[in-house]
């Protein structure tokens, strides 16, 4: 697949080793610098929000050295000019997350939709505390604020990208690296 690709934006060395940077601050806030609020020292909830976040999840998980459970949910927006930012349940998570400590992770935040219905949906439920991870970041797009509190990488330029879980139609979420797809690939 790499020939369809016209420029690699991350390659797989880059991806992981900040992968292990963001494991590594997230195991210290955790274990020692008071980001776990549970107060009966339950493991940290990972949620993987499906699908783009899995490979993020499988990599990140790795590379936490602190006690945690996982959980999955699936969201689908449906956005439309008349309706912009319409975002659906698909699957729930299989938890409680009551008074447990919750950490969302995200393949990428781009308007802030999909992020701020997964907060609200959650702090409902009274988690004991409630972050959220993303691999990438594209701030200018935004149009409702939401707080990050881990970024892998921020994407400055509104470009449209692949790989590490991230689709077009459907396909190339296996690459191990991020890339721009080739625009006569991204007609069908
Ligand atoms: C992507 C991504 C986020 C959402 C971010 O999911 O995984 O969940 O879009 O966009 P937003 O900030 O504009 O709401 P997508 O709907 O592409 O589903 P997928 O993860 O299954 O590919």
Not at 86 to 97: K, N, P
Not at 141 to 155: A, H, K, N, S
């Amino acid at each position: 697949m790499r020939e369809r690709m016209e420029r690699i934006l991350f390659a797989e060395e880059t991806i992981q080793r900040r992968v292990k940077d963001i494991g590594k601050a997230i195991s210290a806030d955790y274990q020692t610098a008071g980001a776990a609020k549970d107060i009966e020292h339950r493991p940290l909830i990972a949620v993987c929000i499906l699908q783009g976040a899995v490979m993020f999840m499988a990599d990140l998980m790795r590379t936490i050295e602190i006690p945690v459970e996982y959980d999955f949910m699936s969201i689908s927006s449906y956005g439309s000019s008349t309706s912009p930012g319409a975002v659906r349940l698909l699957q729930d998570l299989s938890h409680s997350i009551t008074g447990r400590d919750v950490l969302i992770v995200e393949d990428i935040v781009d308007t802030g939709f999909t992020a701020n219905y997964i907060k609200r949906g959650l702090l409902a439920r009274n988690p004991a505390s409630f972050r959220i991870c993303t691999l990438l970041d594209k701030p200018f797009r935004r149009e409702e604020t939401i707080e990050m509190d881990y970024v892998g990488f921020f994407l400055e330029e509104d470009l449209f990208v692949v790989g590490y879980g991230m689709d077009y139609a459907g396909v190339y979420r296996n690459l191990p690296y991020i890339a721009l797809l080739k625009p006569e690939y991204r007609r069908h």
